[in-house]
């Protein structure tokens, strides 16, 4: 947490401070899906993309219907990191794999395997 700290400008991690010279960009939901896609695409050119205030379902459950809601498809191929997967000389560093959406409910009880899903990211606007 030291190394962290030694990197803020006055008390405050740098894309607070100096969002200009940050490597993250913090934009709203309400502003993010106003932008065209190439204002988009030339803000991830050179920033990491943080969006802020999305709409949420609280009652949306971890079940193939609320998948749905956020990929659209169950067979979907998205990356998945996958802790069960131990690559050779390293101390149980996940692994990122290619997989289908429903691949992470068939593994979300207590004796499935750890996974995390990555590109489930295909709301639209």
Do not use: W
Not at 36 to 52: C, E, G, L, P, Y
Request: charged share 20%.
């Amino acid at each position: 947490m030291e190394l962290v700290h030694e990197g803020y400008i006055n008390n405050r991690p740098p894309h607070i401070a100096d969002p200009q010279n940050s490597c993250l960009a913090k934009l709203e939901h309400q502003d993010f899906s106003t932008m065209s896609a190439s204002d988009i695409q030339n803000k991830m050119r050179h920033k990491q993309v943080v969006v802020t205030g999305l709409p949420f379902d609280d009652k949306m459950e971890f079940n193939a219907n609320g998948l749905r809601t956020v990929v659209g498809s169950m067979t979907a191929q998205i990356s998945i990191t996958d802790f069960s997967v131990i690559n050779p000389g390293t101390d149980c560093v996940p692994s990122v794999v290619s997989g289908k959406v429903n691949d992470l409910l068939e593994n979300a009880s207590s004796t499935g395997k750890i996974l995390n899903g990555l590109d489930l990211t295909s709301v639209t606007y």
